[in-house]
C-alpha cells in the first residue's frame, strides 16, 4: 500500500473500501492538461478575484492529479476548509500516485469525499472544527466538473446542507454542553441508583412493542393502542403520554431525554401510574421527580453517567441512539428489551394537509395556531396513503434519520442468536419511511396476536422486580463524587487566583506561563476527572477562548509580551468559569438532595 493511500485510509476510514477495491484509472487525471498551453495561467485564472474569509468551507469538483487544490491553498488562510468530491474512485486511487497527493493528504484543511454521496461520504464534517464554518463556497473546477455536471451539482446541494446540519450539532453541544452536565449533575442522586436499560435482559424476548409518536395519525390510532394494551410492550413519548393515558391506554413505558422545560410540559396533569420512565441522565430534572423509583436511565455516550456507574460496579451500559427525535431511541430500546419487532404510531414526520404538526390531545397543541407549519415551507414527499405529503425542514431530518435507522436495524445489524428487528409504520398519514413498510391497524393485528398475551404480563412482572433490587456501590459513588468536586476545586481556585493576579498586574509573566503550566499539568493528572470536566461548560469556554485568540493573531503580534500574558489571563479566566458551572451544579443537586 502506497503512502498516499495509507494515510487516505487513516484519515477517512469509512471511505477505504470504496479506493482500496478498485484499480487505478488508466486514463490520465489530469487529461484538460494535455489541451493546455499554460496550465499556470487556467489556473491563475480559474482563482482571480477570489478572496476567501477565514470561516470559509470550500467544496470543490473534482481532484484531477491535485494542481488545482495546491493552487487554491495557496491562496487560502490557516483556518479555512477544503471539500473535494471525487465522483470515480478508479481516478482518485490514480490521483494517490501523483506527487502531490502525500503533501495534500496532510494538509489540515483539506478533506476528500469519494464516491456515492452518503453519511460515509460526508462524515469527515463530523468534528467540532466544523462549527468555525460560516460560509460555504462552492468552487467550480470545469475541466473536471464537466466530467460528470450532474454529480458534481448534488455534490454542492448536499454539502451546503450537510455543512449546515454538523455547524447546528456541534454548535449545540458546545453551547448546551454546560447545561447537559448541569442537569446529569442534578440527577445524579436519582439516577445513578436506577438500574440501565439493559438491566432488564431480555425481559420482553420475542414480542413485539409499539412506539407511539405524537403525529396527526395518532388520534386515530388510539383504538388500536387500547386494542394492543396486553399484547405488546407500549412506549410513549413525553409528547405522547397525555393522549395514550387520556383515552384508557396504559404504557408500559415512556421515553424522555431532552434537557429543556419543556421536555416536563408532556407530562403536565397526566396520571402517570405505574408507567415507567426510561430517559438520559441529562434529561430535565423536574420529570425524574415525577417518577419517583419507576425509572431506568441510559449512561450512553455522558461523561458524568459513566465514570461514575462504573464506579459503582455498574459496567454494562445500553446504546440507546439519540438523534434529535425521542421515536428514534424506540429502536434501540426494543433491542435491548428483546423485542421480535416494533412498530410505531403517530410517527408520521409529516403536517396533515391543514398544517397540523401534531396529535390534538397534546401539550404542542394547547399552543393553537403555533402548532401548525405554512405548507408553502414544506417539501412535498411520499406518503404512506396519500400521494404526496408536506415535511418541513426539521422533520426532514427526521425522516432521512428514521431511514437510517430502519435500514440498520432491520436489514444489516446482526446480533448473534437474534433475528433482525422487524418494523412496520402504522401511520395512515405520515411519510413513507423507506426500509419501513405501511401497514394498517388490521394488518398489524394479525402481526402482533399469534404472539400471545402471557408473555407481556410475565416481562412486566421481570422489569418490576428488578427496579425494586437494591442498589449496591452508593458508598463509593459518594466517595468518587466527592473526590471529583475537589478536584474541580483545586482547578478553579488556582486559575481564579492567577487570572485576578493578572487583572491587577501583581504576576509575571514567566511566573503566569509556569503557573498555566502547573494548572494544565493538574488537569491531565486524572485523564477520567478531566474527560467530565472538559465535556462541559469548560468546552464552551475554551472554544471561546482559542476562537478570540486565532482573531486576535490575525491582526496582533502573539509572541509579544503583552499579548502573552493577555492570552494567560484569559486562558485562566476561561478555566475558572467552565469548572465554577460544574461546581455550581454539583453543590446545587446537593443541596436540593441532601447526598
Known sequence: MSQALSAFCERFPLLASRVKAVPASEEPVAAWKESTADVAAVLARWLSGKRFPHDSAIAVSGVGDGSHLEALLELLPAEALVFCAEADP???????????????????????????????????????????????????????????????????????????????????????????????????????????????????????????????????????????????????????????????????????????????SGFE?????????????????????????????????????????RVAGRDRIAHVT???????????????????????????????????????DSFYTDKGAADRIALEKCRWMPGNTIEKVPVEEKLFVYLKTFEQLSRIYGKELQIK?????????????????????????????TLIEPLGVGGVAAGWKATQAKLAESRAGWGRVGKALREFRAYVEE???HSLKHALALEQGDLPLEVAEAEKAKVDAFIASKPDFEEILRDGQLKMELYVHARAIAKQSRVVDMQSEKSRAEKVKEYFWAV???????????????QAQKV
Request: proline share 4%.
Open 90 to 264: 478508479e481516478r482518485f486511487k490514480s490521483f494517490l500516485g501523483m506527487p502531490s497527493a502525500e503533501a495534500l493528504l496532510k494538509d489540515p484543511r483539506m478533506v476528500f469525499g469519494v464516491g456515492a454521496l452518503d453519511d460515509s461520504f460526508f462524515n469527515a464534517l463530523a468534528t467540532e472544527r466544523v462549527v468555525d464554518f460560516t460560509n460555504a463556497e462552492p468552487l467550480i473546477f470545469a475541466p473536471l466538473f464537466n466530467l460528470n455536471e450532474s454529480y458534481y451539482e448534488q455534490f454542492f446541494l448536499q454539502f451546503v446542507r450537510q455543512l449546515e446540519m454538523w455547524r447546528k450539532l456541534f454548535g449545540t453541544n458546545l453551547t448546551k454542553s454546560g447545561l447537559w452536565q448541569g442537569n446529569s449533575f442534578r440527577n445524579f442522586h436519582s439516577l445513578m441508583r436506577a438500574p440501565d436499560p439493559i438491566e432488564f435482559g431480555d425481559a420482553f424476548k420475542g414480542l413485539p412493542m409499539i412506539m407511539a409518536g405524537a403525529g396527526p395519525s395518532l388520534d386515530e390510532s388510539l383504538d388500536f393502542l387500547r386494542w394492543a394494551q396486553d399484547r405488546a410492550v407500549i412506549v410513549a413519548g413525553n409528547s405522547s403520554i397525555r393522549a395514550l393515558v387520556n383515552a384508557g391506554v396504559r404504557p408500559h413505558f415512556v421515553l424522555a431525554a431532552d434537557p429543556y422545560s419543556t421536555t416536563d
Open 269 to 309: 396533569g397526566v396520571d402517570l401510574g405505574e408507567t415507567v420512565l426510561l430517559c438520559s441522565f441529562m434529561v430535565y430534572p423536574a420529570v425524574v421527580r415525577r417518577f419517583g423509583d419507576r425509572i431506568a436511565a441510559w449512561a450512553y455516550n455522558n461523561k458524568v453517567a459513566t465514570y461514575f456507574r
Open 322 to 360: 439519540e438523534q434529535g427525535t425521542i421515536s428514534a431511541c424506540a429502536f434501540d430500546i426494543a433491542m435491548i428489551l428483546g423485542c421480535s419487532s416494533l412498530f410505531f404510531v403517530g410517527q408520521d414526520l409529516a403536517a396533515r394537509l391543514d398544517g397540523a404538526m401534531h396529535a390534538a
Open 417 to 445: 442468536n437474534r433475528e433482525t428487528l422487524r418494523i412496520y409504520n402504522l401511520s395512515r398519514l405520515g411519510a413513507r419511511i423507506e426500509h419501513m413498510p405501511y401497514r394498517d391497524f388490521e394488518a398489524a393485528k
Open 491 to 493: 482547578i478553579c481556585s
Open 576 to 590: 475558572a468559569e467552565g469548572s465554577y458551572q460544574v461546581l455550581a451544579a454539583i453543590d446545587a443537586a446537593r
